[in-house]
Every structure is written in structure tokens, then in C-alpha cells.
């Protein structure tokens, strides 16, 4: 299984940006796409995820009511409306997918995209 992320880049504190994530490979029916961050110096951290046999996304206190997570018109794609967005949301974002226990823990995700970097302006 493959990742591969779009979007990100530059954003105002209180703008907006969009990123995308799409696998390719063979993947049964409970495999997981989430979205993890890892801001300059610290720990990589859990943001959103949909869970297995759900519709329904669960978000990270530090971005709720703010992020949006979504599955993409195509199978396999996720994707993330970041809004209000704040300069601590300055991070490197990874699309993580896999068939995890704890879809919270970035320890049980097999499969991880590049990365691709937040930066938000105060």
C-alpha cells in the first residue's frame, strides 16, 4: 500500500486549507486512513480519524470544530478541511493507514504517506 497526500502549504492565521490523501494497493475492508501531524520538536500526534465500520470522523481536542475530516469521492481517499486555522497548526501532516487497534496510536499504523507541511501565519 501506497500514500499519497496533497495539499497543504501557506495559510493566514483564520484561513483555510484543504489536504487530500489517497491509497493505492490492495486493502481489505477494515483498513483505516488517519491523519496524524508532528509540529518542530515534538511528538507526532493524532488529528482525525474515521473509524472502521463508522461514518462518523473523531477529531483531536486541539482541532475540533475547526478540522473536517471526510472520505474522498474515490475509495481509499481521505481528506481534511482545516479552517480557523491557528499558527500552533504548524506542522508537518501524514496520512497514516493500516488496520489499526487504536486508530489514536501512530505505533499501529503500518503505512505512512511523505508528509506535507502546514504553515500558518500569525
Known amino acids: 500500500v501506497q500514500l499519497q497526500a496533497s495539499g497543504g502549504g501557506l495559510a493566514q492565521a483564520g484561513g483555510s486549507l484543504r489536504l487530500s490523501c489517497a491509497a493505492s494497493?490492495?486493502?481489505?475492508?477494515?483498513?483505516?486512513m488517519t491523519w496524524f501531524r508532528q509540529a518542530p520538536g515534538k511528538e507526532r500526534e493524532f488529528v482525525a480519524t474515521?473509524?472502521?465500520?463508522?461514518?462518523?470522523?473523531f477529531y483531536a481536542d486541539s482541532v475540533k470544530g475547526r478540522f473536517a475530516m471526510s472520505r474522498g469521492g474515490a475509495s481509499n481517499t481521505i481528506d481534511l478541511h482545516m479552517t480557523l486555522l491557528k499558527p500552533e497548526d504548524t506542522a508537518v501532516y501524514y496520512c497514516?493507514?493500516?488496520?489499526?487497534?487504536?486508530?489514536?496510536?501512530?505505533?499501529?499504523?503500518?503505512?505512512w504517506g511523505p508528509g506535507t507541511l502546514v504553515t500558518v501565519s500569525s
Open positions: 474515521i473509524p472502521w465500520g463508522t461514518s462518523i470522523p
Open positions: 497514516a493507514a493500516g488496520y489499526p487497534n487504536n486508530d489514536h496510536s501512530r505505533n499501529d499504523y503500518g503505512y
Open positions: 494497493g490492495r486493502t481489505f475492508s477494515s483498513f483505516v
